[in-house]
Structures are given as structure tokens and as C-alpha cells.
């Protein structure tokens, strides 16, 4: 009996020898299903849409040929189709893809169909799975369709990007400002989608804060700024998502006061006044990057929107502080050397009107003035 355990003992060693053979002879040769995964992708790449015996390859210059002319077919459900089949095609093979790429681009800016438009804003989607290099140089055709004047075809796209990013798909740079409009959209179901996609978002590793400098910009700058009303209701929703870390706070602060110095355009000098009202300013740092930043922005004060939004802040800074001491005297620091920018900024002679002017005026949170302008290209 125990010459037999012994050689079952024996037996089951030398199993384990040769199956450490094997793993090391694959880590140097390959496996078998590496090699049928080549051969896979060879034969889509240049068997079934290139091959003389390929069935396929002669379907796809007729619709190539009916793309290219939709103008001139009649029929709806043949357009349609013809659209459908050539982006799935182009999921087949890379050369393929990459040369019928501006067409299907073309076509996304162009064709009159609601239907076809919605179709290709999926199948960009697709292509962004298989070939995801040749999207991310047209990336910004992604969003393009968010715009669009059918809410079935902006629906479609807010979809697919939603899939796209929250799956890491695709890497957002400077884009989510296009997402965040759509909060604003009139169609209800669409502006839900899009407080779910940043609600979702927002739990993803500092998502919506790294962000935050290319949305504001996006937002506020350029022909496609959205209105002042618009841009306080889409800042309030976002900055949420990060008054409750003080890390991020403090920064935030810090680069709002750096990018006064980059701009004298009214509205923007409000709107990036008002994202600083939005901030809770709990922390001493904070009030200090407040404080230190005010040589940036003391020029800014003669604009009356501007200075109640930071009379605000006080308001806030010093209900918070009510505790502690230290921070008490730095809200009253900050307070004295405000109203004295403030003064320097409209002349000491109009100081006395600041008291008229901060009574009359609403209060910053109803988001009646916001925008911003670029902010820098590094992490908030």
C-alpha cells in the first residue's frame, strides 16, 4: 500500500513537471489560441472585404457607390440600410474603416433622415470598440450629434457616450462641457440622462473635479457659451459633486483666482466670481488661497456683480468659522482688505454707494450671473 502511494505521490510530481514545461514553452512560443486569433484578425482585415473569393467584398463598393449618393435614391429603407451596413463593415476591417471614415462623418453632418444620423452616432460607438485609434483622432464628432436638431438623434448620442466614458472607452478631454449642456436641454428626458451620466461620473476617481476647468471654459467662452442663467444652474449641479472634499475645495479656489488674472471680459470675471460663491470655504486654507489670490482679482471688484459674490463668500465664510477663532480673524482680514480693493477699484469716493448697491441686489446663489474662461489645462 505504501509502495503504491508513493508512486501515486511520484506520478502526481511529474504531472506538475511537464504541466510547468508546457506554461514555459507557451511563454516563449505562444499558445495555439494566440495563433488562431491572429489568423482571425488577418482574415477580417484582409480576407472578407478585400479577398477575390470574398462574398463580402463585393457589397462593399455598392455601398460605398449609395452612401455617397444618397441625394439620388428615392427609397428610404434602401438609404437607411445602406447607411447601417457600411458602418458595420467598416467594424470589420481597419483599412476599410479608416478609408471610409470622412464619409461616414460626412454623413453624420448631412444626412437629412433623423433615422440615419441616429444610426451612425451608434456605429461610431462601435467603431470606438474596435478601432478605437482611428476615433480618437475625430473624437469631437462624437459629441457632435448632441446638438442635433431631433431629440431622438441627441437621446442616441448622449447614450452611446454615456457607455463610452463611464466604460473607459473613451478619454474625455475638454468634451464634457458639450455633456453638461444638455442639462439645460428642453427635452426633460434628456436632461435626466444627462444628470445621471454626471451623478455616475462624479464616482469615478475625481472625474467631474479634473474636469471642472474645461467645462467652465466650454461653458462660458466662445460662440457655443450657454446664457448666464443657464451656466449658474449647470455650475450649481456640478459643484456639488465636490464641496464635500476640502482637498479639492482648496484647489479649486486657488485656480478660480488665477484665472481672474487671465481675462477682463465682464462676463466672464461674474461667472468665475460665482463658482467661487458656490464653494462652502470650511477650511483655513481655503480663506488663505482666498486671501492670497485677492491681488489676481482686487481689479475686478468695480464690477458690482463681481463684488457681491465675494461679499457673499464673507457671509459664508463667517458662518462657518463662527467657532473657531483663528479662522474668525482671518474672515475679518480678508473682509477689511476686501472693502478696501473694493474702494481702491471704484474710486474712495463711490465707496459709500457699496451698502445700496449689496441691499438691493439678489443674493449670488440664485444663480443669476456665472461663466468663466479657461482655466488651465492641469488638474484643478
Known sequence: GKGRGRAAAAADMQVDEDEDEDDELNQ??????????????????????????????????????????????????????????????????STFCEENLPLLLLLLQRAKSPVIRANISIALGDITVCFNNLIGENVQYLYGPLHDADTKVKKTTLMVLTHLILNGMVKVKGQLGEMAKCLEDKDARVADMARLFFSELSTKDNAVYNNLPDIISSLSMGAGAVNEESFGRIMKFLFDFIKEKDRQTDNVVEKLCQRFRNTTDPRQCRDIAYCMALLPYKSERSLRRLLDGLPGYQDKLSEDAVY????????????????????????????TKLKEARAKAIGEDNADLDIDILSSSQPATQATQPSDDEMEDEDL
Not at 29 to 51: F, K, N, P, Q
Open 28 to 93: 516563449i512560443a505562444g499558445t495555439t489560441e494566440d495563433e488562431v486569433g491572429d489568423i482571425i484578425s488577418a482574415i477580417r482585415e484582409r480576407e472578407l472585404l478585400y479577398g477575390t473569393k470574398s462574398l463580402l467584398a463585393l457589397f462593399g463598393p455598392l455601398l460605398v457607390h449609395v452612401c455617397k449618393n444618397l441625394g439620388k435614391f428615392n427609397d428610404r429603407l434602401l438609404t437607411v440600410h445602406a447607411t447601417a451596413a457600411l458602418a458595420k463593415f467598416m467594424c470589420i476591417s
Open 308 to 335: 457681491k459674490y465675494f461679499v457673499e463668500i464673507v457671509s459664508k465664510a463667517r458662518s462657518q468659522s463662527a467657532q473657531k477663532q483663528d479662522t474668525k480673524a482671518l474672515v475679518d482680514e480678508y473682509e
